[in-house]
Every structure is written in C-alpha cells, then in structure tokens.
C-alpha cells in the first residue's frame, strides 16, 4: 500500500532498482562508488581545513587536530543512532514496505531534533575545559577551542544531514547524496582559504575560518537534502503530514544504535587517549600525528564506501530472506578493499614525504609525519577488513559484536602497546604508532572469525 505523501510511480521510477536480485558483484559497485566519493567527500571537510590550517602553524594543526577529535567523538554518536536508522530501512525496503521506511524516517528526524538540543550547549560554554585535559600548550587551546566552539554549535546541521544522507542510502539510493556531497564541498574547497586568510572581501578568521566554512558547507547540504527528500526526488518521500511520535520505534533505533554508538565514541575516546601519549613529545609530534591521522582517513575510504555498500545490500538481502546473497556481498567487499590498501601501501612507502607535505612544510613535521606514515602501512594489510565486515553487520543490525571488538582491541592491545613501547622501550613517540598498526591486526581478526560463523544472519530488528 502506498503511503499518503509518497511520489508517484512515474517520479519514481529511476529509484526503483531492487537490490536484492541480479548480480551480487555488480549490486556492490553500482552501490558503492557513490559511496566511495561521498566518504572521500565527507573526509575532505577535516582534510581541506588541515591543508590551509597548516600554513598558520604547528600550534594551529595541533589546536585542530585535537579539537578535531573531540568533535568526532560526539559525531560518532550521532552516526551510531544513524546507524540504527540504516538498519531498520533497509530491511523494510527489502521486504517491500516503504510505507515502514517512511515511518522510521520521521522518527529518525525526531531523534536528531533532541541530540542537537544536548550538543549546542555543550559547544558553546565546554570547548576550553575540554582541551585543557590534554596538557597541551596555551597557544595549542587558544587555537583548537575557536576551532571547537563553532564546530559543536553547528553539530546540530551535521545531524541532520548524517541522518538524511544514511535514509537515502539505505534506501538504495546513493546517487542523491554523493551529487549534494559534491556541491557543498565545492563551496567548502572554495570558501576555506578566504575566510582562514581574509582574502577579498572576507573578515580574516584564522582556524575559526575553517570551522565556519564547515558549518556554511554543511547547511548548504541539509538544505539541498530536505528539498530532495519532501519534493520526492529520491527514492523515499517524506511528510509530516500525521506525524506522532512513536516511542517503540524511537527505542528500536536507539537499541540497535547504542552499540554502534559506544563503538564510535570509544574510537574516538580511545585516539584521545593516544594523543595523550603523543603530547609530552611536543607540538611537532602532536602536528605530525593529526597529518598522518588525515592521510589514514583517505586510505581508508575505499573500506568504508563498499562497507556500506556491502551494508546496505545485506540489510536488503536479509529483509528478503536471502542470507546467501547477504554474505557475498560482505566477502566481495573485504576482497576489494584489501587489494586497493595494499596498492596504498606500496605508495606510502616510495612516496611518504610528498604526500604529508601536502599539509604541511615545516622539516621536522614533515620528516616524523612520513616515519608514522610507513608505520602504519604495517597494519593497513590487514587493517581494511575491519571497517568493511564492521559496515557489513551494523548494516543489518548486528552492532554489539563489532562494539565488542573496538572496545577489547583497543584497551586489550592498542593502548597498553602503545603506553608500553612509548615509555618502557627506546622507541620513544615511534612506540605509540606501533602500538597503532598492531592494534589494526587485533581487531581485524575476530571480526572475520565472527562474520564467517554467520549468526548475525539471524539477527532480527
């Protein structure tokens, strides 16, 4: 039964591929590189800001770098909520129930309307405690708090656009917003040096620059999402016509999100913690680590493109009772993901000081920033499965096992390793990066144990 409020079939049409038939291999790639391009896209934000940031200085790129974190710890809890709207909408498509999926995207809006009530405040009057934690210099908070403050006053648009652009893809529709993607970036990638610098005619703002053309680029996003959305130009059209609020719907979002939830945020708690490691070593040291984290993300995006691809085909194909296809999807994806890394890697190590001075100049930032960067590679061999096969079953539900490997990964392996190496042998700093790359491995490895067992093929939500 079509729901009150849906496009017409004739509107429709182009959105109306079912996902789980035909082939496997070719549903992944038509999924995933809209998604490839809208995860680098996201990923350029933080990356644009670090390049011109970097001219400002080592205080400046570790102000950010921090300050960064911090705002990606409260993102990932908005994504993990994300996540559990993913869940659910897809397999409501896969069964056929768009009227479902309708439903479960108003909730979801209703969901972000509260997070967003809980973060301006928190951005507004918390930005410079926040920073003192990590013993950094006074320059270093002076720089990553106006970086902070502006960031968490507009995490309410980046709510909203996260929830958006997660229904459309799971949905099936990535298309719509990579294309949004694209044009706010745009703007972003324009708009950065002149409000970082004060070109022509615009104030000179510093880091704060960078953090308003954030906020700028990703209203322009919500706005253009919003507009799609309620004129039915992607697969599902809303309305808020009879809208209630239904606290078992709310509850089942939030259930299946609150492990995706506490996985992202202790991801995000745990490179606090690292960091903390890496300051008593300087700002360079600090600067050196923020670069080679912006040149990680790109190498990863390959993973977390067909990782959510592999995810929503899974959601769709289990919504169809057709666990077989589910479980090919998230192979096939893996085996992807592993030969572009190790392309990555071989890069990395010919090219490593080309590629960090791209964020920056100075010598000694430069030459520790690459030796982080070959580290690494150690486990970027391995390392791609992890956020693939962690995609794949967040994708259809399953999120407390991947929540179990971040957590044991990083306090069983990667932060002892790290604080051991670090202070207790002669690698010094170099320790806290081995520490990283092993933990890679370690998380690695019980996820694909875990996602060949395949008792996430009975997970219902």
């Known amino acids: 039964m079509e729901e009150v409020g849906e496009s017409p079939q004739t509107s429709a049409d182009r959105f109306d591929r079912d996902w789980t038939k035909g082939s496997v291999v070719g549903n992944l790639l038509s999924l995933s590189w809209p998604l490839m391009i809208g995860h680098s896209l996201n990923m350029i934000g933080p990356t ?43 397999r409501f498509i896969g069964a056929g129930d768009s009227a479902g999926a309708n439903h479960v995207a108003r909730q979801a809006f ?36 106006a970086y902070m403050r502006i960031m968490l006053v507009g995490s309410a648009g ?15 529709d990535t298309q719509t917003p990579m294309r949004i993607a694209v044009l706010f970036r745009i703007v972003h990638v324009v708009l950065c040096p002149f409000l970082i610098f004060g070109w022509w005619i615009f104030p000179h703002l510093g880091v704060s620059g960078a953090a308003v053309t954030n906020v ?37 979002i939030v259930r299946i999100g609150i492990p995706a939830t506490i996985g992202g945020m202790q991801r995000s708690f745990g490179n606090i913690i690292l960091m903390w490691f890496i300051s008593p070593f300087g700002t360079v040291a600090v600067a050196a680590h923020t670069i080679c984290q912006r040149v990680e993300m790109f190498v990863m995006m390959p993973a977390m493109g067909l990782g959510t691809g592999a995810g929503v085909l899974a959601g769709q194909n289990l919504g169809a009772n057709q666990p077989a296809r589910a479980e090919k999807s998230g192979w096939l994806a893996a085996g992807v993901v592993e030969c572009c890394l190790i392309c990555f890697s071989g890069a990395i190590l010919l090219w490593a000081e080309q590629i960090i001075s791209i964020f920056g100049t100075e010598p000694e930032v430069v030459e520790l920033s690459a030796t982080f960067l070959r580290i690494a590679v150690a486990g970027f061999v391995v390392f791609g499965l992890e956020p693939v096969l962690m995609s794949c079953l967040s994708g259809v539900g399953d999120t407390l096992p ?60």
């Open 110 to 145: 209703i969901v972000c309307a509260g997070f967003s009530l809980v973060m301006v405040p928190i951005g507004m009057f918390l930005a410079e405690p926040i920073l003192a934690v990590f013993g950094v210099e006074a320059d270093v908070i002076a720089e990553g708090a």
């Open 158 to 172: 980046m709510a909203f656009w996260t929830m958006i652009e997660g229904i459309m893809q799971a949905s099936g």
């Open 402 to 461: 991947p929540m179990l490997t971040t957590v044991l990964s990083f306090w069983l392996i990667q932060i002892p390793l790290a604080y051991f190496l670090s202070n207790y042998t002669t690698l010094g700093v170099y320790g806290v990066r081995w520490g990283m790359a092993i933990g890679m491995i370690g998380a690695a490895v019980p996820l694909v144990i875990y996602f060949k067992i395949g008792r996430w093929k009975r997970k219902k939500v």
């Open 48 to 90: 644009i800001d670090m390049i011109w940031v970097g001219r400002l200085g080592a205080a400046a790129i570790a102000g950010v770098g921090i300050s960064g974190m911090a705002v990606m710890m409260v993102n990932s809890l908005m994504m993990g909520l994300a996540m559990g709207t993913r869940a659910i909408i897809a």
């Open 216 to 252: 700028i680029s990703q209203g322009l996003g919500l706005v253009l999402g919003f507009w799609i959305f309620f004129s039915g130009r992607t697969r599902l059209r809303l309305t808020m016509k009879n809208l209630r609020l239904d606290t078992a719907m709310i509850w089942r």
